[in-house]
């Protein structure tokens, strides 16, 4: 065994310090910017390499113990090493970092990050892969093995206790999801089987237990194929197939803010782009002349069309958007964007850029592509005018972000 000493400089998107030896960067899983540490040297890619920690020898003033007795080797979190505070710190950072040298934006606008109201218990859905022996996990660290779990310390209380009243025993299961309206009381187990074979199940709690097949097909064994979440005032129906954000308490502070930085006064026509079961559609209606929500997957159509049917001027498109927005007449004032962690495609935002909106709001789960695609949208004639970075996901480097563009 080799053993390095590094000085760690700073956080890479994905959760890991980098430190340099002998001019390589080295990239080191639970480090911390400012520590020396002792490294094994595990992963040499030529140009880049992976260490592990053999030692920490000067700790940060960050570091703390984390809570987790998983932590470390499942892949569920990636900062609980660090405190609350420096998270958020080089959570924004890295945003900076990624604007900088993906999007070439010089003098990215970043805000101060947005913390959760609850750093830990934040999670209204967790998905549990299988165990060879059965047991219930999530993936290891870098790896496809399954680390089981007894407790998850980032799921919401609801779900951990509906964990532990779980028996699964004997059933022949690929994947089970606990899903819950924190705000509602309604939970929700999908199973995933081996061959979409029905389980016999029975239960004295008050959940929904729910088959998905491998077309996302959604069969309620017991209970309804839905749950509801309430969030700025109005309630969701949510499909067990259906996307929804994982922290409600950040998405209404997320859904404020977009509402905030679209600056509506009745008469304006908007678009929400990826607009899932209305999340953000049902907060615009009451302050736009006309809406028009693309979504591609039906489970959330069928949920966006049944959310939002209290708005007359409300018009769900189902297709994706390289498909619909073509087919779109303008103008629209607003163009609000929520796509998946790849971000738009390049039809997507050509499309959508023809479409001349004054305002254009990108809501984004990952750094590098919202600094791909803003690069993209500075070329089409917008200027960025502010990036405001949530933190829906504490204890791991997902960071979710909201950026407004208007046209230059």
């Not at 850029?353 to 791909?372: E, F, G, H, K």
Request: proline share 7%.
């Amino acid at each position: 065994m080799t053993r390095i000493r590094l000085t760690l400089e700073r956080m890479a998107h994905g959760g890991e310090a980098i430190g340099r030896h002998e001019g390589k960067v080295v990239f080191v899983p639970f480090g911390i910017p400012g520590e020396t540490v002792d490294i094994e040297v595990v992963e040499d890619r030529g140009s880049y390499a992976r260490g592990q920690i053999l030692e920490v020898i000067t700790p940060s003033p960050a570091r703390r113990e984390p809570p987790c007795a998983h932590f470390g080797e499942c892949g569920g979190c990636h900062l609980q090493h660090m405190s609350y505070e420096a998270q958020l710190q080089y959570k924004a950072e890295i945003v900076r970092d990624q604007l900088r040298r993906i999007g070439k934006i010089a003098d990215p606008p970043v805000r101060p990050m947005i913390p959760s109201p609850d750093p830990l218990g934040y999670r209204n859905q967790i998905q549990f892969s299988v165990a060879p022996d059965g047991r219930l996990g999530f993936q290891a660290m870098r790896s496809h093995r399954v680390i089981p779990i007894t407790r998850c310390w980032i799921a919401h209380p609801m779900l951990q206790e509906l964990y532990e009243a779980l028996d699964i025993e004997g059933l022949d299961l690929r994947r089970l999801t606990l899903r819950g309206g924190v705000r509602t009381g309604d939970q929700m187990v999908i199973f995933e089987t081996e061959g979409d074979e029905l389980p016999i199940l029975e239960t004295d709690l008050r959940v929904s237990l729910i088959l998905l097949t491998e077309d996302e097909k959604a069969i309620p064994l017991i209970g309804l194929d839905y749950l509801t979440e309430e969030v700025g005032g109005f309630l969701f129906r949510i499909s067990a197939p259906s996307f929804f954000q994982t922290n409600t308490a950040v998405a209404e502070q997320i859904v404020h803010y977009v509402v905030e930085r679209a600056d509506l006064h009745g008469t304006e026509t908007v678009l929400d782009a990826y607009c899932g079961v209305g999340l953000f559609t049902a907060h615009l209606a009451p302050f736009a002349r006309r809406v028009v929500g693309i979504e591609a997957h039906p489970a959330a159509v069928a949920d966006a069309q049944h959310n939002l049917a209290r708005f007359p001027h409300v018009e769900i498109r189902a297709g994706t958007v390289e498909a619909v927005a073509p087919t779109l007449e303008g103008p629209f004032d607003v163009v609000v964007v929520d796509p998946p962690r790849s971000g738009c495609s390049r039809e997507a935002l050509e499309a959508l850029l023809r479409l001349a909106p004054q305002r254009w709001i990108y809501v984004s789960c990952d750094p590098a592509t919202l600094a791909r695609d803003a690069r993209r949208i500075l070329d089409g004639g917008y200027q960025l005018r502010e990036v405001q970075p949530f933190d829906m996901f504490p204890q791991t480097y997902h960071i979710e972000m909201v950026s407004l563009f208007e046209k230059a």
